[in-house]
């Protein structure tokens, strides 16, 4: 009898672990893995912000940025997901879909959701620099197939580099560039309970989606 229960609770564990942790460890693996390939851009003309929690406006609400790129041609950001098997889905559509073998699970549009974080940049720079460009990626770095129609702006990593370096005209001079990148540092909430609660609120809206879903 002791036997079964122990056994009955590690496969608790085991579900419990593939729910909660695993996607936390592998999200921190995908991101850390999409901030070292950012390191590569020429640091002549790249400023790099990883993990950047910047207030939305009109609201006490935050949003969170995996990655800002300021550049001489533009602020870039990126959103990583580091989501396994054949990713599926459309600019237009709010869910898309990851499939691995029999397994599928639906996920919510990451370009929607990079869209309020461009906004939230856009918010706080506009007033001092309107012609800056802020352009939208999102990365699958661990994905075996990527099919998203109606937009090149969703890749592997290599591919989102690729058309980083694309951007080529300067449209912000040096000085401008690393103001920039002072006003996201500056603005970045790294209060931890105010992490803690952002972190809450999203888990709140991930679990609401998925009882929507079912």
């Known amino acids: 009898m002791g036997y079964l229960v122990l056994f009955f609770v590690f496969v608790l564990a085991i579900k419990l672990f593939e729910k909660w942790a695993w996607p936390i460890i592998a999200g921190h693996i995908g ?8 390191d590569s851009l020429d640091s002549r003309y790249y400023r790099i912000l990883n993990d950047v ?39 237009n559509r709010d869910y898309w879909t990851q499939v691995i073998y029999k397994y599928k699970k639906k996920f919510y549009n990451p370009l929607k959701q990079n869209y309020a974080h461009v906004k939230a940049v856009e918010n706080l720079i506009q007033i001092k620099y309107p012609h800056a ?3 939208s990626f999102v990365a699958f770095p661990n994905a075996k197939k990527i099919k998203i129609s109606g937009t090149d702006s969703v890749g592997y990593m290599r591919d989102i580099l690729k058309k980083i370096k694309n951007y080529n005209n300067s449209i912000l001079s040096d000085t401008e560039r690393d103001n920039i990148y002072q006003m996201l540092s500056q603005a ?10 952002h972190n809450q609120s999203v888990m709140k809206i991930k679990n609401s989606n998925d009882v929507r879903r079912h």
């Open 53 to 91: 929690m910047l207030p939305s406006k009109g609201s006490t609400e935050t949003t969170q940025i995996d990655h800002i790129v300021v550049s001489n041609f533009g602020i870039f950001c990126i959103e990583t997901k580091a989501y396994e098997g054949w990713i599926f889905g459309d600019i």
């Open 188 to 197: 970045n909430i790294i209060d931890k309970e105010a992490r803690r609660q």
């Open 31 to 38: 991101e850390s893995f999409v901030s070292g390939r950012l």
């Open 133 to 135: 460009r802020i352009l």
